[in-house]
Every structure is written in structure tokens, then in C-alpha cells.
């Protein structure tokens, strides 16, 4: 691993864009696409691109030298929705770590997508004791559901690194 990458990593994602907005403005009326200007999404999107142990020697290379900067890439490499990526078999792995309460209450602002993701890889019983309860469920404050979806994420990102996962970008 060369540490130049890791260097540019971190300033790119430290560099704020210095474009004005008036050449953005040209190029969206000429049909140009956007390209990314730099910051945080554009490492998290090179990041994606990469397998998990390059993301995770680089990730590594970051918090040596910007711990907050690791944590923030960390934070949004991967959210609850990524869970769609997963194939019908890793979806049922990740399923049977998680705590039923958990899973519902994580459903609660899950997309109309995800919650069917995770329904067709259920069976078909089980599914519809989780529709009944996410249903029949109180309010939850929502620090709450993200809490649980946080939760959740970090179980996949653990199955991730001992391979039972993989993500697809």
C-alpha cells in the first residue's frame, strides 16, 4: 500500500470546492455531467468501489493520522439501506443474528424497497408477524429506529469482515 493514496485520500476529503457555481450552471445548461468536486462523497464513493480489505488498510492509514475523518468515512460507508444489495442468502445470514425487536423497529423508516427485500427472504409466516407487529407498533422516537438501524449495520459490517457478506456497489 503506497501512503500517498491514504494522503489523498484525506485531502480530498478535507478539500472544500472552490468552483464557482457560475461554470456548474454552464455545464448543466450544455448538458455536461455533474462530476464530483470533491470531499467526503467523492472518497466514500472511491471507497466503495474498492474490496473490503483495500477500504479497510486504507480506512486504517486514515485514522492514524485523522481519527475523526475515519470515523466519518466509517459512519457513512455503508447505511441500512445498503441492505438491498444483498443477495437472498446473505440477506437470510444477516437476518438470523438480528433480534426480532430489533428488526422491527429498524423497519420502521426502512424504504418501501428494503421492507420488501427483507420480507421476500423471510418465510412466509414470518413476514406476516412482522408486517402485523411494525402495524400494531406504538410511535418510536426516531433516535430510536436509527439506533437500531446503526445496530443493524454494524452486525452486517461485522459478517462482512469475517466474509459471511459481501457488498455490492
Known sequence: MFPRKEDRARRRAARRSLDSPLPRRYASIM???KQPKGGIPSVIEMLQLLDAETRA???SNIAARDE????????RLFDFE???QL????????LREIPEAKLVLALRKAS?????????????????VLRDELANQPPQKLTDVEKA???IVEIAKRLEAEGRLVFKK
Do not use: C, W, Y
Open 149 to 151: 438501524q446503526a445496530e
Open 31 to 33: 448538458g455536461a455531467p
Open 112 to 128: 418501501d424497497e428494503l421492507r420488501a427485500h427483507v420480507f421476500s427472504n423471510m418465510s412466509k409466516r414470518q413476514a406476516e
Open 87 to 94: 443477495t437472498p442468502r446473505m440477506t437470510q445470514e444477516l
Open 68 to 75: 475523526k475523518l475515519a470515523r466519518q468515512l466509517e459512519a
Open 82 to 84: 445498503d441492505l438491498r
Open 57 to 59: 488498510k486504507i480506512l
